[in-house]
């Protein structure tokens, strides 16, 4: 890999990295395949993240990459609005086969960010077509990440994401996060504490006026936050009052969307059905950039409306159904359903649960938590600063050939669906021997 010697780094802005720093000593990526990235200075580095939790099918899968190198050479691109082409309906027709009953109408975007943003301005459109116009408000959630658009960040509750970009959008108020360390913490899987924190909502709505909120938007597992388990009973009881005030409740499921959690969606696994579900990254495998949105039948229905010539939602963006994506798509959801991986992914749980709480004890630890091939490691301040403590622990481990993420005070760990127990236990192993290295 000669050639990247001399490789100017001057000219990419690189996203939520510092910049400065990284270019003094760049982490480049040169191939993947499977579990494992290569790295430029030619080590294989296993991929304790499916990239960015969106890898699901493992990197490089052959299936995937011929059927994107045959698409491209097909059909590269179709006119979005007014045209269309066959493979984003099959898409859409076998997304709406994995979601829960009664959420069949696909829209399609091309990020995490595009579908939330796609979500709220229909929520909105819904009550219109209702004519509850007056219904402007959303509820997001402290610690949930919904991207970096201005909707998705206002309903966002990541405070550095928030603070330089001016008032946001008006009418958004933010339920409670549900973490607590001295009720739940090394919790596995769903903490029995916390129920209570969705009554809040109720507080929220009298103080709103439930009359004027349009959704309730919420990951059912908040990811980018650190992993926080929603309680037993917390996102059962959220649905109910959504329901009693009839509030559109949104799953942003764009992490726990495709196997995740061990299911197609987090919806499924709780059992809880939302109104909206947004999902991103799993959908194509991270291949190509796609998202979508699954909206229930009555929302799209109530806004098919006016003339049958008239455009119903002025809304969508050049790449929505992208031909490269919906064939990305439609052969990453093959290969999940060929290789049963969302059931591997079910079974793994229980030996990636006993793996990643095995770290409970090693120093700064303050609290472990996981649910399905999704798991934070928490560090306390005392005596090395957190955040410091974490960035360094990420850097051991790369340095040792494994790729974890760190993301202020704590490690994520999100595997592929494709893990073996032998991965699971080659990255503790790596989080350990860094932990100790550093404390
Ligand atoms: C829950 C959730 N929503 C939305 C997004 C935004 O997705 P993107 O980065 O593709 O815009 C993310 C990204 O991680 C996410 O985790």
Redesign the pocket.
Known sequence: MKELQNLNLDNYWIPFTPNREFKSDPRLLVASEGMYYETQDGRKVLDAIAG??CCNAGHCHPKIVKAVQDQVAILDYATAFNMSHPKAFELAEKIADLTPDGLDKIFFG???????ETALKVALAYHVAKGEGQRTKFIGREK??????FG?VSVGGITPNRKSFGPLLPGIDHLPHTLNFNEMAFSKGQPTWGLHLADELENILVLQDPSTVAAVII?PVT??GGVIVPPVGYLERIKEICTKHNILLIF?????GFGRLGDSFAANRFDVTPDII?M??GLTGAVV?M?AVAFKNEIHDSIMQGPENMIELFHGYTYSGHPVAAAAGLATLEVYEEEGLFQKAKELEPIFEEAIHSLNGEDQVVDIRNIGLMGAVHFRSDPIPATEFASKVFQHCYENDVMVRFSGEFLILSPSLIAEPQHIEIIIEALKKAIRSIA
Request: without cysteine; hydrophobic residues 30%; glycine residues 18%.
């Open positions: 960015l939790w091309n990020s995490g960010s595009e579908a939330v949930g990440y919904h991207g970096v658009n998705g990951e990811g980018a942003d499921e764009v992490i726990t947004t991103a990254k950039p998202s």
